[in-house]
């Protein structure tokens, strides 16, 4: 025992760190493989636009001068493809990052943050940082029950992450749902809506978060480029919120926290439609792909949305996890979400869906 780890934060003691996908360079370590297939973080199969590659590329560079710390270039552009105003907006090196700021700012030691049973993992490391006391509310249908959520609040809540949909379930809440939602939570609660699959989302009750957010100033929307914009390794989020909430948002955030090369990538990211279009089709068609297979199988999932399916296996999931990785493919154990049965699998290209298809044959 060192002498400093009685002064170690004691939450810090408590935490554990996120349990990220296997990474393939492990996987190929350990069982000596090589033709390994990914489909365990939510990867855009596609990768990301070339556009955006050849943007960082050219930022790279000029890799010795600092980045431009308040981004003023990307917000713009977003600004203009979400039809808000730049002072609405926030970066973040990756919209993770971007929950923990948000609870810098507004939960003290003590205060309460809620969130959902089951709900994406990040949510919960925040609030133990900040030492705040984190409520997980229990899940409906695996999903987000907002009622419950609202009845949670008490005079200690600050902060209520809601993910939309849900990581690793897919579960998503309605417009109608979220409305109600909203018009039951006091107005100085924050409310944290994460869109990290908000561009695969095709469903017409889906929330419109930003004319919600226009009425209720609490709230806040995080998205991200590490989903379809395939720049996961690049790191770069952003919330859409009050403008006087960006303030306070950006004078929490370290100045140069999002990198030139990443600025300039996702520039081009968004200006590159005929990607994004070919990773939604792409995605669709996958998720069909896996689900006419999945249903062919007699194995049930969870109906969800974004670009991964929850099976639910009704029996431990690791030994089908272990055999999986035999066969050279990663998928999502997520026990650590209390889904034990559960096995997470990202929807990938599709002779990737194939061969993960035909391994589960094999092993049935
Ligand atoms: C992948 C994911 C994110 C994105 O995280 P980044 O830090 O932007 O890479 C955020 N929320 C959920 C629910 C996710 O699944």
Excluded at 71 to 83: E, F, P, V, W
Aim: aromatic content about 8%.
């Amino acid at each position: 025992m060192h002498a400093f780890e009685e002064h170690v934060n004691k939450n810090i003691h408590g935490l554990r760190p996120y349990q990220p996908g296997k990474p393939t360079s492990e996987l190929a370590r350990e069982l000596g493989l090589t033709d390994i297939i990914k489909l365990a973080s939510n990867e855009n199969p596609l990768g990301p636009s070339a556009k955006a590659v050849a943007s960082a590329t050219k930022a790279l560079a000029e890799g010795h001068i600092y980045p431009d710390g308040s981004g003023y270039d990307l917000r713009q552009t977003l600004a203009k493809h979400i039809n808000i105003d730049a002072a609405q907006l926030t970066l973040g090196n990756g919209s993770d990052s971007l929950f923990l700021l948000t609870g810098q700012v507004f939960v003290n030691p003590g205060e309460q943050i809620i969130s959902s049973q089951h709900a994406f993992a990040a949510y919960k490391i925040v609030s133990q940082v900040l030492q705040a006391d984190f409520c997980e509310v229990p899940a409906k249908d695996w999903g987000f029950d907002l009622d419950a959520i609202a009845n949670a609040v008490t005079d200690k809540t600050r902060l209520i992450f809601i993910a939309n949909p849900n990581n690793p379930t897919g579960t998503w809440v309605t417009h109608q749902q979220l409305t109600d939602f909203m018009q039951k939570i006091p107005a100085g609660v924050i409310v944290l809506l994460d869109e990290a699959y908000y561009e695969y989302v095709n469903e017409k009750d889906y929330p419109d978060g930003i004319s919600l957010q226009q009425k209720h100033p609490n709230l806040i929307i995080t998205r991200t480029f590490s989903k379809i914009h395939a720049l996961a390794g690049l790191r770069l989020g952003y919330a859409i919120s009050h403008p006087q909430i960006a303030d306070y948002l950006n004078r929490v955030r370290f100045p140069f926290n999002v990198s030139s090369p990443a600025l300039a990538a996702a520039i081009s990211a968004i200006e590159d439609t005929d990607h994004v279009e070919k990773s939604q089709l792409a995605n669709r068609q996958g998720a069909a792909q896996l689900r006419e297979a999945l249903d062919k199988l007699g194995i049930n999932y969870l109906l969800g949305l974004g670009n991964f399916i929850t099976l639910d296996l009704k029996q431990d999931a690791m030994p089908m996890y272990d055999k999986l990785l035999t066969e050279g493919i990663i998928t999502r154990p997520i026990a650590n979400y209390g889904m034990p049965q559960h096995l997470r699998v990202t929807i990938g290209e599709t002779e990737e869906n194939e061969r993960f298809i035909s391994a589960l044959q094999k092993m049935l």
